[in-house]
């Protein structure tokens, strides 16, 4: 399994994580959010609607995986975006998606 999904199963079984759209934008606009990710498979507008978001909230936004990929991590069904509202948790995962960026360039 993908360290990426897994740190993100951690994170929500330790209560750190929301998803959903609504969930997501709440979480960055009231402060709570420490990195968000979006399914690449979301659509653009939500896509640049999250970028847009988070650029001016300074959260950190990467698009990442499958919208089954994001759900099954988090034990629901498919999910578009969700965000890690917990520090610890946000800084390695953003880690390790660095690291999966790094690996996906090389791979080109």
Known sequence: MNRVFSMIG????????VSGEFATE?????????LVIVSEEAS??????FRNMCSY???PMYTYGSKDDLGH????EFRASLAITEEGF???????LIEAERIAEVAE
Do not use: P
């Open 57 to 59: 909230y300074e959260v």
């Open 10 to 17: 951690m994170a929500t079984k330790a209560g750190k994580t």
């Open 90 to 96: 946000a800084k390695s995962i953003e880690k390790r």
């Open 44 to 49: 653009e507008n939500t896509k640049k609607m």
């Open 73 to 76: 991590s988090m034990g629901k």
């Open 26 to 34: 709440k979480a960055v606009k009231t402060g709570k959010a420490f």
